[in-house]
């Protein structure tokens, strides 16, 4: 069985896209389950040491693959962030679901926001030991300090190696350059959403 986490914002969850995606999931993969990551991003009145241990033991723990559903507020969010980050160092398969296009309550859609993937990365030290995590903020790419480093090991989403010929090491790496995103509308999320999360979970093995 699948265990899937969706991490979005939740103004998305208020304009009823987040539950488009969430919801058609369900109805087409029975066997499969979700984890809803809606509530850390609404957790106003929990401490920042109280969310990371929500997102960690009770979020993306168990669960396979980390979906990102991306409106037009997803990138620069805290929490969404760690998510991320969390959901790297625990070996998930990553992709991003633009949903703008979905139309909300009302009947609208809305422009198209910034990928988050793109403003998140990644840097293997020179030795290959450690993993340094990065956000873009004002214009320059600073240490993520709720996750800043982790070690570069085999049980992490992507496993950095020294061969006698390559080395990935003392190299940055945004996350768009490893893991894709897909547009909910055009890509047809309702028929095809099974196998992102498929290939999501094999590319993260």
Known sequence: MRYTFFSFCYDDVCSFRAHVVRNSYIVKDRGNIFIDGSIWEDAKTKSPAKIKELIDNSGIKNTSVTAILIGNHTANR??????????????????????????????????????????????VSDDGKKISFLELKGGKWQLFNDLPQISNKKSNTIFFKKSLFYTDYGKFYRFSNFFKTYCWIKDEGYRNISQWIEAAEQAGR
């Open 78 to 123: 805290r929490w969404i962030n760690y998510e991320i980050f969390k959901s790297f160092e625990q070996g998930n398969g990553i992709l991003g679901i633009y949903i703008n296009r979905i139309k909300d309550k009302t009947g609208h859609i809305t422009h198209k926001g910034l990928n988050p993937l793109d403003r998140l990365a990644l840097y």
